[in-house]
């Protein structure tokens, strides 16, 4: 093959086009796109697992009488 193999199963790093093609589907900034996929790879499974999880943390949630207690 004379092209480079193109699926939807990878995202290439180096193609201008693709980083913008996958943070528009990903709706993350390209930026933020490049640090997902050196954290976790090109494979775009892992690449939307990375970018889907909760960013928060229990630290950043409210603290003494601003949470509700029992339901």
Do not use: C
Request: glycine letters at 8%; aromatic letters at 6%; a positive charge.
């Amino acid at each position: 093959m004379s092209q480079p193999d193109r699926t939807l199963n990878t995202i290439n790093a180096a193609d201008p086009f693709a980083i913008r093609y996958w943070s528009k589907q990903l709706r993350i900034s390209e930026g933020d796109l490049r640090q997902a996929i050196a954290a976790v790879g090109t494979s775009t499974q892992a690449v939307r697992q990375y970018t889907q999880r909760p960013q928060a943390n229990r630290a950043d949630e409210p603290r003494g009488g601003h949470r509700k207690r029992g339901a």
